[in-house]
Nanobody
């Protein structure tokens, strides 16, 4: 089992920045990808960033490319999502996801609110 705990969400004004953290625990060896997703009210959950391990390859959708950056701290292990130039449409619950073999694990989510 892998446990994921997100933190760092909150209220931020348009144009501001936030850094989300996702701390992984349990059987973390063998995790080969970690991602951030978000889900806004009434919308489907969408992928916003992926990091493959150990290559470090990252991928982002056009909606956040150039504004969001996913990174990791190998020593902890923790994954971060740095979000800059935030917009009202970035308002959502942000979830961390880890893929280990054929199993995927989710965190409980953290709310990010950017008022219009």
């Amino acid at each position: 089992q892998v446990q994921l705990m997100e933190s760092g969400g909150g209220l931020v004004q348009p144009g501001g920045s936030l850094r989300l953290s996702c701390a992984a625990s349990g059987f973390t060896s063998g995790i080969y990808a970690m991602s951030w997703y978000r889900q806004a009210p009434g919308k489907e959950r969408e992928l916003v960033a992926t990091l493959t391990i150990p290559s470090g390859y990252t991928n982002y959708p056009d909606s956040v490319k150039g504004r969001f950056t996913i990174s990791r701290d190998n020593a902890k292990p923790t994954v971060y999502l740095q979000m800059n130039s935030l917009k009202s449409e970035d308002t959502a619950v942000y979830y961390c996801h880890a893929q280990r073999g054929s199993l995927g694990y989710w965190g409980q989510g953290t709310q990010v609110t950017v008022p219009s």
